[in-house]
């Protein structure tokens, strides 16, 4: 995860040392303020029901915002929530086009997930995620 909005020390140590109390009030208050390396966390924090309740929507929530900056992580997740109807509708156009932006991130992970995906997807779900995908970059 490659950016300039890094997080600071005293949250990665205390995730490190699981004082997820910590980590979580240093990391949201930084997620409220956009920034996109905090906003993967509070996804990871959704999606684990850590210091949160668990909830898949709001993991998607938080992931797609930091997806749409370009953190792969996310994006290689909320092309998972898609794939699965976890947290928003399955959705296999959207799962292959946000697959394919992890890829193009740099996201290795995602690349044996897509090959599943096409798998499952007929051609015009398939013809469509690449009209998708070449329409929006």
Known sequence: MESNEEIPDEAVEAMIAEDWHTAYLIIHKMALLGN??????MGWFYEQGIEVPQSDEAAFEW?????????SESQ??????????????QDYINAYYWYSKAIMSGDTE?????SNLSNKMDSEQLNRAKAMLHEKT
Do not use: P, R
């Open 110 to 114: 995602s690349q044996v997930l897509i």
């Open 63 to 71: 992931w797609h915002k930091s997806a749409s900056k370009g953190i």
């Open 76 to 89: 290689c997740a909320i092309a998972q929530l898609y794939e699965y109807g976890s947290g928003t509708k």
């Open 36 to 41: 996109m390396n905090a906003e993967h966390f």
